[in-house]
């Protein structure tokens, strides 16, 4: 099931679901209309998913890389009854970046 988060959860939301990461891995894989479909990082060790209202900016960061998305217009999480499979982050021109997870999250509480 996707779920649209308010813009007003973003912050508290992420930094909740970082804290109960465990050890869990992900990709990262870009979607636009200029670049088409590409994968930007193969599977890595996630480390945590951020929002920083201060510079609107939301932060993906993996073990050897950090992938940060300026002034989203959308946060979407993909769950299911195991936990989160996916986030899905939508630039303004449209480009969406899409953040799989090898093993669902759990959901925070």
């Known amino acids: 099931m996707i779920k649209v988060l308010p813009k007003d959860q973003w912050e508290h939301f992420f930094d909740k679901l970082s804290k109960n990461l465990g050890s869990k891995e992900a990709e990262i894989e870009i ?3 200029d670049i088409g479909d590409q994968v930007e990082t193969k599977k890595q060790p996630l ?3 951020s929002y920083d209202p ?3 900016e939301f932060i993906v960061t993996l073990e050897h890389h950090e992938h940060i998305v300026p002034k989203p217009k ?4 993909d769950e299911d009854v195991t936990g989160i499979k996916a986030v899905e982050v939508v630039e303004q021109n449209g480009t969406k970046h899409i953040i799989k997870m090898v093993e669902p999250l759990a959901l925070p509480q």
Do not use: M, P, R, W
């Open 31 to 33: 979607v636009g209309e």
């Open 47 to 49: 480390i945590g998913l």
């Open 54 to 56: 201060k510079d609107d």
């Open 74 to 77: 959308e946060i979407a999480v």
